[in-house]
């Protein structure tokens, strides 16, 4: 997770505009739709002619090229480094490599210093990356060094079998330390029996070989083991003879060329198929670009791969800009601006996140009335974001365990009528009786629409929030690109969200002790909720089985209810404000017509020091504390699906009272949609609980 800390480069100094004077329409500031929308197609060249920095574009025919960095070694040569990475930048000899490197790094002769920059120019589907010597490669290397005498021709295999018998655990510390050189290892054999034996210095290379050979990490997946270990310990400059005799050994780092890893997701993504007149659509991975913004886009090239093995690649793009600062409304080129004002085949995922510590957070919030706080700069994007209503996914951050609280998200974009909040679930099989559990990530921070399962680089897991909210913008890309000319954005986002998992467990409060269910519960419309989860973790399987079988029932529908979108100043005559005994300020907003919920978007406008916790009630009887967030503004699915009726009002109330510019924007559908057809036969089905539920494992167990 990349992160920005919240409440720096706070924007002061602006006035507030009022939400009603961005809507047009009447009744009052309504706007609602029956028809089919109508998308406005754009490509990447479009998106570079207006200003977007598009970076690391594939192109169909032959792979790009790039340039990986390598530090060289104290007194290392141009032509030595030529040798080594001869194959890796595929030249026959090593003339050809030295004159490639000659061109890259302008130095032609000489030894180099010490972590001297040398660009090595490579396909992009390859990496040089320094890896960390791991106590499991000494667990491979006992696997390669005794597998014959194990009965087993897989090194993986021989390796799994050797730490089941010696009850070897990577999570725990002193089970890492039976790995060392020199300790003693029982090897399973063939006839049954345990052999003890020695960890050999040798064993970490072997072992490093055996598991780049075994997951085809390396460059040349195909490559036997004799070639990476020869070509390893030259990069590093070692001697194989003394690696292989344990007189020399990686200590801390070995420096590799790799293939570009394929990223995998903990929950299988089948490819979607062919479905309808498919339309085009484009996933951008947005943020600054670095590092961590490549690693994302690599991870939504590899998802758009097994969603869709013959689809074009071209359409999965990296975006070089900032979408979460405040500055400019967060949006900096005019390519941006341009695709907030009328909906476009484009999906955005960013993976860039403010870190939070609550009782910093909640002191720098007061700190910001609604005259200067962070909340203009979101108001003033509000009207381009109801105009194009772009879909962005945003990661929620990774910070829950260090004390996030209940802060969520909030920055221009995520605001979106179609801006989602993405957490992360996955397997923690270091608890005993859980190995194939899913799991709220205890990182995981508050505010999530919906989870989805950590992503896997071979064999190491990536923490954090960035990956999951890669693959879930990718797999809603290829859902509008499948289903998008028979369902609308809002109701494919509906079949995402309630045919989400519950059965996930969370981490123990105290850390230590087993695990307990993830408590859910339900809303007025029977929609599951977790605080740090939204509706569960996304099933794929199950989405696209609900999406089918909706384009089945709206076949059947004349006229299904549309889009509706609704403005209810609070502290005006839309709104009925008083003051109970308790103490409670309550604003009701009364809806005009029959609405299934959709996002709902509050701008909680509050005096400087009087911000306080605001509590929603839905007219089912649906209540929440909306999470805190530093802007003032939070946008949630929570009380999506629930049914209002003409007349009913929504609740919302504070300790403290709101200021003049306090609103409520509500999305959702028109009464006989698809949406609620669905939520029916899901309840039907058992999918869907009863509404007003608190669930657990024991009563929801799937």
Known sequence: ??????????????????????????????????????????????????????????????????????MAREGETLAGIAANFKGMMEKETDAEALQTLIGANKVQSGPLKARQEIHIPVRADKTIQTVQVFPGFRLWGLGRRFMDKMGVSDVSAAKDSIRKANNIDFIKEENVDLLEKGRK???????????????????????????????????????????????????????????????????DTIVTGLALPIAANEVDMDPLGAGGD??????????????????????????????????????????DEDIIS?????????????????????????????????????????????????????????????????????????????????????????HSPRGYIVGASGKFPFFEGHKNDLFVADFTQAGADVCVPQTLLKDKKLEGTSAPTQVMGVFYAKLMEKYGNRLSP????????????????????????????????????????????????????????????????????????????????????????????????????????????????????QESGQHADVKVRTPAGFEMILPRTI????????????????GASIEVSSSQPFAQGAEIIVHGLEDGNIVQKLRDELRANGILPQPLKILDLPAFNR
């Open 490 to 605: 809002e109701e494919i986002i509906a079949a995402v969200l309630m045919t989400a998992r519950r059965d996930l467990y969370e981490f123990p409060a105290d850390g230590e002790g087993q695990p307990k269910p993830a408590i859910f519960k339900t809303n007025g419309g029977a929609l599951p909720y977790h605080p740090r989860c939204g509706a569960g973790s996304m099933d794929p399987d199950r989405t696209v089985k609900a999406l089918d079988r909706m384009v089945e029932m709206k076949a059947e529908m004349e006229r299904p209810g549309g889009y509706f979108a609704q403005i209810f100043p609070l502290n005006d005559a839309v709104s009925v404000k008083e003051k109970r005994k308790d103490g409670q300020y309550v604003y009701r907003a009364m809806l005009p017509r029959n609405v299934t919920l959709g996002k709902m978007i509050f701008v909680l406008a």
């Open 326 to 414: 405040f500055q400019n409304a967060g949006m900096e080129s005019s390519a941006l601006r341009k695709l907030m004002r009328e909906p476009a085949n484009v999906v955005f995922s960013n993976s860039a996140a403010f870190e939070f510590h609550e009782s910093a957070t909640d002191a720098e919030r007061q700190k910001y009335g609604p005259a200067d706080s962070l909340m203009a700069n979101i108001v003033r994007a509000l009207p381009l974001l109801e105009a194009g209503r772009p879909a962005v996914f945003g990661a929620a951050g990774d910070w829950y365990v260090e004390g996030s609280g209940p802060y969520a998200q909030s920055y221009p974009l995520i």
């Open 185 to 251: 290892v029982k090897i399973p054999l063939a006839d049954g029996t345990l052999e003890t034996v020695t960890v050999e210095a040798s064993d970490a290379f072997r072992g490093y070989v055996s598991y780049v050979q075994a997951n085809k990490a390396y460059y040349k997946p195909d490559a036997s083991a004799e070639r990476i270990a020869a070509e390893v310990a030259a990069l590093n400059g070692w001697d194989l003879a003394k690696l292989a005799s344990g007189e020399q050994e990686p200590v």
């Open 1 to 70: 997770m990349k992160k920005q800390v919240a409440g720096r480069a706070l924007f002061a100094g602006t006035a507030i505009l009022s939400l009603g004077m961005i809507f047009q329409a009447v009744d009052p500031a309504t706007v609602s739709s029956q028809e089919q929308e109508k998308t406005v197609s754009i490509s990447a060249s479009f998106l570079k002619a207006h200003g977007a920095k598009i970076w690391d574009v594939p192109v169909e025919k032959e792979m790009a090229m790039k340039e990986e960095v390598y």
């Open 278 to 319: 498919r339309l085009k659509f484009y996933h951008v991975t947005i943020e600054r670009k670095d590092g961590h913004a490549e690693r994302m886009y690599r991870i939504a090239q590899a998802a758009a791969a097994a969603l869709d093995p013959d689809g074009d690649t071209k359409r999965v793009l990296a975006w």
């Open 631 to 646: 802007t003032g503004v939070v946008s949630t699915m929570v009380m999506a699906y629930e049914d209002i009726p003409t």
